[in-house]
């Protein structure tokens, strides 16, 4: 799969900023000045499926074959990124062409429609895209984290969030696998810098036993979903979690952890995965 993944040549436009210099008015302490601040940029891109148009997205314009491997994975398209016979990017354009070595056809009703369903078996319902039903998983991995594991994951999440600290103006996915690896990836959409760490994952064929994602953001149902697909029992984030996430979060196995700020947070489910002596 990954000879089988490029990017259309065109000269200067190959690379596309992921920030922008703006002039600005800042008040500070009563005074005024004009100075010179950084935006994220925003890109377009449009993935077409089999030359069926599948989807526009709005997103960062780094790591974007990761990011169409993983987008894909998550709508239930593709399992593996050996799925894809070819993905070209054209930065130029805003396009991703995308072939799968067996013929895509868009169902609608799989792809974009809710259905009220149990998840895993449980007796709760809840709403799911179908093909959420049909991928996300309940996960077995029994890892133990310490307080300490939680506050250095975040912490390294924060060193690696260059962008970030730039612009202010985008979000962080970031997958520890003790022992192996950390993937950090950021977008302007948070469910974009969790595509872009699965796409990653399926791309080199990573095992997510015993790794743990933070986040920056809130921990929302469509948050715990894409986590789940990943095979990753923990998740962990600065903000709060959704009632429904943390519903999701008990039927699927995966312990949410919260409020990570200074040296304090919080443990919404399955707390025996965190040592508490």
Same mark, same amino acid.
């Given at each position: 799969?990954?000879?089988?993944?490029?990017?259309?040549?065109?000269?200067?436009?190959?690379?596309?900023? *992921?920030?922008? !210099?703006?002039?600005?008015?800042?008040?500070?302490?009563?005074?005024?000045?004009?100075?010179?601040?950084?935006?994220?940029?925003? %890109?377009?891109?449009?993935?077409?499926?089999?030359?069926?148009?599948?989807? &526009?997205?709005?997103?960062?314009?780094?790591? *974007?074959?990761?990011?169409?491997? $993983?987008?894909?994975?998550?709508? =239930?398209?593709?399992?593996?990124?050996?799925?894809?016979?070819?993905?070209?990017?054209?930065?130029?354009? =805003?396009?991703?062409?995308?072939?799968?070595?067996?013929?895509?056809?868009?169902?609608?009703?799989?792809?974009? !429609?809710?259905?009220?369903?149990? #998840? #895993?078996? !449980?007796?709760?319902?809840?709403?799911? %895209?179908?093909?959420?039903?049909? &991928?996300?998983?309940?996960?077995?991995?029994?890892?133990?984290?310490?307080? $300490?594991?939680?506050?250095?994951?975040?912490?390294?999440?924060?060193?690696?969030?260059? *962008?970030?600290?730039?612009? $202010?103006?985008?979000?962080?996915?970031?997958?520890?696998?003790?022992?192996?690896?950390?993937?950090?990836?950021?977008?302007? $959409?948070?469910?974009?810098?969790?595509? !872009?760490?699965?796409?990653?994952?399926?791309?080199?064929? *990573?095992?997510?036993?015993?790794?743990?994602?933070?986040?920056?953001?809130?921990?929302?149902?469509?948050?715990?979903?894409?986590?789940?697909?990943?095979?990753?029992?923990?998740?962990?984030?600065?903000?709060?979690?959704?009632?429904?996430?943390?519903?999701?979060?008990?039927?699927?196995?995966?312990?949410?952890?919260?409020?990570?700020?200074?040296?304090?947070?919080?443990?919404?489910?399955?707390?025996?995965?965190?040592?508490?002596?």
């Amino acid at each position: 799969m990954l000879d089988k993944v490029a990017q259309r040549g065109e000269g200067r436009q190959r690379r596309a900023p *992921l920030q922008a !210099k703006t002039v600005i008015q800042r008040y500070h302490e009563g005074q005024w000045t004009v100075i010179e601040d950084s935006v994220a940029n925003e %890109f377009v891109l449009t993935i077409e499926v089999d030359r069926q148009e599948f989807a &526009t997205v709005v997103c960062t314009p780094d790591c *974007l074959e990761d990011f169409v491997i $993983g987008f894909l994975a998550s709508e =239930g398209v593709i399992r593996q990124a050996s799925d894809v016979d070819n993905l070209e990017v054209s930065l130029y354009r =805003g396009m991703a062409w995308v072939h799968l070595k067996e013929k895509f056809q868009m169902r609608p009703e799989v792809y974009r !429609k809710r259905y009220i369903t149990s #998840c #895993c078996g !449980k007796s709760r319902q809840s709403f799911y %895209f179908f093909n959420d039903a049909q &991928t996300a998983h309940k996960i077995e991995d029994s890892t133990r984290l310490s307080a $300490g594991d939680i506050l250095n994951v975040m912490a390294k999440m924060d060193e690696e969030s260059f *962008l970030f600290k730039q612009t $202010g103006g985008v979000h962080m996915a970031f997958l520890e696998i003790p022992g192996q690896c950390f993937i950090a990836r950021s977008d302007i $959409g948070r469910h974009n810098a969790l595509d !872009k760490v699965f796409g990653y994952l399926l791309r080199c064929g *990573l095992s997510t036993i015993g790794a743990r994602m933070a986040f920056s953001g809130r921990i929302s149902s469509e948050v715990l979903l894409k986590v789940s697909k990943m095979g990753v029992g923990v998740v962990i984030s600065h903000s709060a979690p959704t009632q429904l996430a943390l519903d999701l979060a008990r039927d699927l196995n995966i312990t949410v952890i919260g409020f990570v700020r200074n040296s304090s947070f919080n443990v919404y489910t399955h707390d025996w995965r965190v040592q508490m002596s």
